[in-house]
């Protein structure tokens, strides 16, 4: 079974830069996508930042586009988000998920992912 463990969330002021990991244990990142998701409180999940596992394009949400960068650090099997001039309306459990099968391009949708981490609380208050 394919694990995936997030962290790095936290509480940050507006204005703040956090980054957030996504490690793989029994498995090799390197030739998947990555999606990295968030569901504030009431609202739906929605993607917000994706990686490919076959060239490495990637791919944003208008809302964090120019803030958020995603990338992937093979030796360390290990994809991150890092998020930069953070806002209240940023605020949410992250979570970030893979598909069954390697050398897909990624995509913003959660039904194109399988497996899903357990999430890591990002709170963008002062």
């Known amino acids: 079974q394919l694990q995936l463990v997030e962290s790095g969330g936290g509480l940050v002021q507006p204005g703040g830069s956090l980054r957030l990991s996504c490690a793989a244990s029994?498995?090799?990142?390197?030739?998947?996508?990555i999606g990295w998701f968030r569901q504030a409180p009431g609202k739906e999940r929605e993607g917000v930042s994706c990686?490919?596992?076959?060239?490495?394009?990637?791919d944003y949400a208008d809302s964090v586009k120019g803030r958020f960068t995603i990338s992937r650090d093979n030796a360390k099997n290990t994809v991150y988000l890092q998020m930069n001039s953070l806002k209240p309306e940023d605020t949410a459990v992250y979570y970030c998920?893979?598909?069954?099968?390697?050398?897909?391009?990624?995509?913003?949708?959660?039904?194109?992912?399988?497996?899903w981490g357990q999430g890591t609380q990002v709170t963008v208050s002062s």
């Open positions: 990686v490919s596992g076959t060239d490495g394009s990637t």
């Open positions: 998920a893979a598909p069954k099968l390697p050398f897909n391009r990624c995509a913003l949708y959660s039904d194109r992912y399988d497996y």
């Open positions: 029994r498995f090799t990142l390197n030739y998947y996508a």
